[in-house]
């Protein structure tokens, strides 16, 4: 499966700063600093667990990740893609943060009005999609607007609802929003959350986003979970396989947390001819070395068809 070749050295010479810089052990736990609170942006929950709380250390780590891309010796051709649409995954960054980086690095150079990030809802049930109706979402990086008036248009004719719960403390949608924030700090933001959803809803949905060339899509979405490395490659290998061929009826035997929004991404693209690339492709038995509970993550690009 694709990932980028870094050169062994280069690749131990990063993950040396990045323990040195962030003090990853066993629990994966960053250093907490307190965010802004206010009523009309969710707060940043995430922070300083999943990824760094501190402006510094953010830059500093994606500094790091695009040593390490800029230094592999396959990314050049993979670095040339011009993507209206990403799939890029939400763990931890110091195991999927490099995948993740690609897509979002890649995604700026649309040089969208704005960015929607589709994410699936995973700490509390409901049916459908919800829009993020805040005017602002908090970013380490600083806030990123949220496009109120582009996200009324997009309610009023796909029935979106605002569960101010959900967007508070769901992590599949946060963990996209300081890349953004870092690429695109200008470019307002959408976030929607779904559970339960009527698979041509999202399918229509991103479709509509699509036909629009100033909008750029973000679906979030991790690959198999809390299994052993061969079984997550060989899980793994299915859905990035379904990715690649743009192959809905394979996604049948996949696993991942937003499979119903990569489903209706595809869907979409085969409909408005956009072409898929898997940009990258990794475990967390490639950041440590807990081979019981391995997390599977990919990203990929999907591009106007030559």
Same mark, same amino acid.
């Given at each position: 499966m694709p990932q980028l070749r870094i050169r062994k050295q280069l690749y131990r010479a990063v993950r040396l700063l990045y323990l040195v810089e962030h003090s990853v052990h066993t629990d994966n736990q %960053?250093?907490?600093?307190?965010?802004?609170?206010?009523?009309?942006?969710?707060?940043?929950? /995430?922070?300083? *667990?999943? %990824?760094? #709380?501190?402006?510094?250390?953010l830059e500093k780590l994606f500094t790091l990740f695009n040593f390490s891309l800029d230094n592999a010796e396959d990314a050049k051709q993979?670095? +040339?893609?011009?993507?209206?649409?990403?799939?890029?995954? /939400?763990?931890?960054?110091?195991?999927?943060?490099?995948?993740?980086?690609?897509? /979002?690095?890649?995604?700026?150079? +649309?040089?969208?009005?704005? *960015?929607v990030v589709i994410g699936p809802? =995973?700490?509390?049930?409901? +049916?459908?999609?919800?829009?993020?109706?805040?005017?602002? $979402?908090?970013?380490?990086?600083?806030?990123?607007?949220?496009?109120? #008036? %582009?996200?009324?248009?997009? #309610?009023?004719?796909?029935?979106?609802?605002?569960?101010?719960?959900? /967007?508070?403390?769901?992590?599949?949608?946060?963990? =996209?929003?300081?890349?953004? @924030? $870092?690429?695109?700090? =200008?470019?307002?933001v959408i976030e929607f959350l779904y559970n339960n959803c009527d698979p041509q809803l999202l399918e229509n949905l991103i479709q509509w986003l699509l036909e629009d060339t100033l909008t750029?899509? *973000?679906?979030?979405?991790?690959?198999?979970?809390? *299994?052993?490395? =061969?079984? @997550?490659? @060989?899980?793994?290998?299915?859905?990035?396989? #379904?990715?690649?061929?743009?192959?809905?009826?394979?996604?049948?035997?996949?696993?991942a947390s937003g499979l119903e929004a990569i489903s209706a991404l595809i869907k979409a693209s085969n409909t408005l001819n956009l072409q898929s690339h898997i940009l990258d492709y990794r475990t967390t038995a490639d950041a440590i070395k807990d081979l019981k509970k391995v997390i599977g993550f990919t990203s990929a690009a999907f591009t106007k068809a030559l």
């Open positions: %960053y250093k907490k600093t307190d965010m802004s609170n206010s009523p009309n942006k969710p707060i940043a929950n /995430h922070a300083g *667990v999943y %990824y760094p #709380a501190s402006k510094e250390e993979r670095l +040339q893609l011009n993507p209206r649409a990403i799939i890029a995954p /939400h763990g931890e960054y110091y195991a999927s943060g490099f995948s993740a980086n690609i897509a /979002h690095r890649l995604l700026a150079k +649309q040089n969208p009005k704005r *960015v809802a =995973q700490n509390k049930s409901f +049916q459908g999609i919800s829009g993020s109706f805040f005017n602002s $979402y908090n970013t380490p990086l600083g806030d990123l607007t949220i496009d109120r #008036a %582009y996200l009324n248009v997009i #309610a009023s004719n796909f029935n979106i609802t605002f569960n101010d719960s959900l /967007h508070q403390n769901e992590h599949s949608t946060e963990l =996209q929003m300081p890349f953004i @924030a $870092y690429y695109q700090p =200008q470019v307002p750029a899509v *973000v679906i979030s979405s991790n690959l198999s979970h809390n *299994v052993s490395p =061969q079984l @997550a490659n @060989a899980l793994d290998s299915i859905t990035i396989n #379904a990715i690649a061929n743009q192959n809905t009826a394979i996604l049948q035997e996949c696993e």
